[in-house]
């Protein structure tokens, strides 16, 4: 599927069969070969390329109306490629739906809140951050369900929205968590910048002092917005006014990623340098948690609840899973080259990206 096209009819039977079978369903076939046994740590590997692409970006979708959704890149190939997964007593099963030719790298992805797959029409939308050209453009699949007085087949309608450019690389964005109306990016620019999700016009920016390397909208506190700077300063914004309410200085450098915990809108936390950071934002600007994680710099950090967090960085490509309550480190592994890290808003399981692969670890007393 071209994604350049700024609108586009694909009427695959087989695209159509595969979007069904994986997201309208209640189960997944069992026969699958991609499937994941259960253990208390498991890491064997879901193949989703043929010629060993590097995997650099992964994102869940973090909604529990559509949290079995995984996006994905495939590095220099250009493609965005749609997954689901399904957790059962046997194992997960990995189900590939489709892939769209975005026709440059991708640097962020970010799902939208009008992402449905109970009401008619099923709806798939999210936003990527295109390497090269500095743009975001807009995923919109929209599947009809057929009636008694329909003769066509069904339809997934995808419309590609070029919005206007970062004049640096964009490093990362996010949707308005309640409506999903606004996309918030940042990037090298020193900007954060305020779009329309229907028409990709710019509604405003916010000028950062340096480089925004991370950005989240909590859907508990959708009145604020996180943005972490790259010089090694967190700070809460005000989206009405978009002035900062809340700052929090790392006294480190480089910041290369923070991340806002879903289950406890106090917690935040990043990766500056070679250590991890976490804040408690009732209690004081000062780190309730500091720790050493990565020797030679971290890259990720990711929440999964208020206890636990995972890290990613160097050397190799080293990935860390920590319990802040009890203080051990459950998962310490090196995988191969790649990057991103995500964790299912519903489900112990976090999805590695590496060398043709996304690696998928299972907890099982996480919950």
Request: glycine letters at 6%; one cysteine or more; a neutral charge.
């Amino acid at each position: 599927m071209n994604f350049e096209n700024n609108s586009q009819i694909i009427s695959n039977n087989e695209t159509i069969e595969n979007v069904e079978n994986a997201l309208l369903k209640s189960s997944f076939s069992m026969s699958n070969p991609n499937t994941i046994k259960s253990g208390e740590s498991v890491n064997e590997s879901v193949l989703i390329t043929n010629n060993s692409v590097s995997v650099e970006v992964v994102e869940f979708c973090p909604f529990e109306w559509a949290s079995n959704l995984i996006a994905y890149d495939q590095g220099s190939n250009g493609k965005l490629c749609l997954a689901a997964i399904k957790a059962t007593e046997s194992g997960i099963v990995f189900e590939h739906i489709e892939d769209f030719i975005v026709g440059t790298r991708i640097a962020a992805i970010a799902w939208s809140p009008q992402t449905n797959l109970i009401a008619i029409p099923k709806v798939i939308k999210l936003a990527i951050a295109s390497l090269y050209d500095k743009r975001i453009k807009i995923l919109n699949a929209s599947l009809k369900a057929q009636s008694a007085n329909e003769s066509d087949e069904n339809n997934i309608f995808v419309v590609n929205c070029n919005f206007g450019a970062h004049t640096s690389f964009v490093n990362d964005l996010v949707f308005e968590p309640q409506s999903g109306s606004l996309i918030a990016s940042v990037g090298d620019d020193c900007q954060c910048c305020f779009w329309s999700a229907e028409d990709g016009s710019l509604a405003s920016k916010i000028k950062l002092v340096s480089a925004g390397v991370s950005i989240k909208w909590h859907p508990l506190e959708s009145d604020k917005i996180l943005i972490a700077e790259r010089k090694g300063v967190i700070r809460l914004y005000n989206v009405e006014t978009r002035r900062p309410i809340m700052s929090f200085d790392c006294k480190g450098y480089p910041l290369m990623s923070a991340d806002w915990c879903l289950y406890n809108p106090l917690l935040i936390g990043c990766v500056i340098g070679s250590e991890v950071a976490i804040w408690n934002t009732s209690i004081s600007s000062k780190p309730i948690e500091r720790r050493k994680a990565h020797v030679n710099g971290g890259q990720k950090f990711r929440f999964f609840n208020e206890f636990i967090f995972c890290s990613r960085g160097r050397p190799s490509s080293q990935i860390q899973v920590c319990n802040t309550k009890t203080g051990q480190i459950l998962l310490d592994t090196t995988v191969k080259c790649g990057n991103g890290i995500s964790w299912n808003c519903k489900a112990p399981i976090l999805a590695v990206g590496t060398n043709g692969k996304i690696i998928f670890y299972t907890f099982n007393t996480l919950i």
